[in-house]
Nanobody
Framework: EVQLVESGGGLVQPGGSLRLACVASGFSFSSYAMSWVRQAPGKRLEWVSTINSGGGSRNYADSVKGRFSISRDNAEKTLYLQMNSLKPEDTAVYYC????????????????????WGQGTQVTVSS
């Protein structure tokens, strides 16, 4: 059974940092590209970042470029999102999502490229 379990969310002041983690199980983690996607209250899903299966290729939404960093530890089957210089507009539920393959076809990716999602972790940026 494929499982993606996010953690690391919380309440942080503007300008602060958080590190999200997504622990994967039930599939060959190192064979698949992965993404972080977020959803703010009352808004649509927004793609945040994608990393290919080997970790050598990373892409970011313009809204987080230069502030967020995606990484992965294939030995530990864990995906990370380091978030720095957080802004109130970063407030959202953050989800990790598994690609159907190891290949990143398009940026930003379509939601159709994912086959599994985690349950999400809440990030709130507020003073």
């Amino acid at each position: 059974e494929v499982q993606l379990v996010e953690s690391g969310g919380g309440l942080v002041q503007p300008g602060g940092s958080l590190r999200l983690a997504c622990v994967a199980s039930g599939f060959s983690f190192s064979s698949y590209a992965m993404s972080w996607v977020r959803q703010a209250p009352g808004k649509r899903l927004e793609w945040v970042s994608t990393i290919n299966s080997g970790g050598g290729s990373r892409n970011y939404a313009d809204s987080v470029k230069g502030r967020f960093s995606i990484s992965r530890d294939n030995a530990e089957k864990t995906l990370y999102l380091q978030m720095n210089s957080l802004k109130p507009e970063d407030t959202a539920v953050y989800y990790c999502a598994k690609y159907k393959s190891g290949v990143v076809v398009s940026i930003p990716p379509s939601a159709l490229e994912y086959d599994y999602w985690g349950q999400g972790t809440q990030v709130t940026v507020s003073s």
